[in-house]
């Protein structure tokens, strides 16, 4: 499996953009970047996919790379309640049947007041 | 409310003992997984479901047993309870099992065995 490469850890203020970088340069032409994020004491929560275009949706924005070896997550007002751990996934054909996602340590996002 | 919900929430037992974690969503999605996260691991796939009576393995399979007779349910049962298994353990969801679908969470089940 392609595996990505997430900083550790990041800070923002609040009602700030943030931005949240990946990097897979071994990306295949069929992987889907999936970004998902964990609440403490919850369950990842899906935030955003795509496969070469950029998207948006209520959530975030998600910029992907001409040669798509690198993606950011873009939160544009950052909160209180976006503080969490930021995964970045591939999604590949193997895993499509499975189901699996495999999830690395992802970046733990601090937001300040 | 629709969703995807799991019980209990907490759960302590001993070793040796049976248990079994509920999952329980209302989207009709038709793929169901159960995860598990461990410090130093990241959540790693345990089995899952592509719809009713049809399960398999995912990468963590031994010591654990599901079954599906209806959609929206998808429990999870420990057999006799190792302090291995002393996990938080997520059940997931999406509408399918390709690569461009979401996978829905629950907020889990915290599992300590003595």
């Known amino acids: 499996d392609a595996k990505t490469t997430q900083p550790n850890s990041m800070e923002s203020n609040e009602e700030e953009p943030v931005h949240l970088p990946c990097n897979h340069s071994?990306?295949?032409?069929?992987?889907?970047i999936h970004w998902y994020r964990q609440l403490p004491s919850q369950g990842p929560e899906y935030v955003i996919h795509?496969?070469?275009s950029n998207v948006n949706n209520r959530m975030a924005s998600l910029a992907i790379a001409e040669d798509r070896k690198s993606s950011t997550l873009i939160l544009h007002r950052a909160t209180l309640r976006d503080a969490a751990v930021y995964y970045c996934i591939l999604r590949d054909v193997s895993s499509s049947n499975t189901g699996k996602l495999i999830f690395g340590q992802g970046t733990t996002l601090q937001v300040k007041p | 409310d629709a969703g995807i919900t799991q019980s209990p929430r907490y759960k302590i037992t001993e070793t040796g003992r049976q248990v079994t974690l509920m999952c329980h969503q209302t989207w009709s999605h038709s793929y169901m997984f159960w995860y598990r996260q461990d410090l130093g691991h990241g959540l790693r796939l345990i089995y899952y479901s592509a719809a009713a009576d049809i399960t398999d393995k995912g990468e963590v399979p031994d010591g654990y047993v599901v079954s599906r007779s209806k959609t929206e349910n998808f429990p999870l049962t420990l057999e006799s309870a190792t302090r291995s298994q002393t996990s938080v353990y997520f059940c997931a969801s999406s509408f399918l099992g390709e690569r461009a679908q979401p996978q829905h969470f629950g907020d889990g089940t915290r599992l300590s065995i003595l």
């Open positions: 071994t990306i295949s032409g069929t992987d889907y």
């Open positions: 795509g496969l070469t």
